[in-house]
């Protein structure tokens, strides 16, 4: 028989984040839980360009616009760099954009 396991781990963190004495997130003044790896993880991927905002919607089982209207003012460095004409910020945009569909031509060469 199947077990959710989920509980049970979320205790686990719950007590790791105690002992390593991060349990409360200091500027919110909440203590963090494993929910708090989700909005990790979509903020470090979109905050370090690790992809796109389609392929974290797909990791993550929602929308892009539920992706946008949750990250959004994380995007906007990409858009203030865009309208102040920054060239090297274009040529690393770019350079993310390439890879993101080389990867993704492989992906669908896979299927």
């Known amino acids: 028989m199947w077990k959710d396991m989920t509980a049970t781990f979320g205790r686990m963190f719950t007590r790791y984040l105690e002992r390593v004495e991060l349990l409360l997130d200091r ?3 909440k ?8 909005h990790m993880y979509a903020t470090f991927a979109l905050t ?7 392929t974290l ?4 089982g929602t929308s892009v616009k539920m992706i946008e209207d949750h990250y959004g003012q994380l995007l906007l460095r990409d ?5 102040a004409g920054d060239k090297e910020w274009d040529r690393e945009v770019a350079k ?3 890879k993101q569909l080389v990867l993704a ?4 060469s896979r299927t």
Do not use: D, F, I
């Not at 203590?31 to 989700?38: C, M, V």
């Not at 370090?48 to 389609?54: F, T």
């Not at 858009?79 to 309208?83: D, R």
């Not at 031509?105 to 669908?108: E, F």
């Open 27 to 29: 500027a919110k003044g």
């Open 31 to 38: 203590p963090r839980t494993l929910y708090s790896l989700r």
């Open 48 to 54: 370090y360009n690790r992809m796109s905002l389609y």
């Open 57 to 60: 919607a797909e990791h993550m």
């Open 79 to 83: 858009k203030a760099a865009e309208v």
């Open 96 to 98: 993310r954009e390439q």
């Open 105 to 108: 031509a492989k992906k669908a």
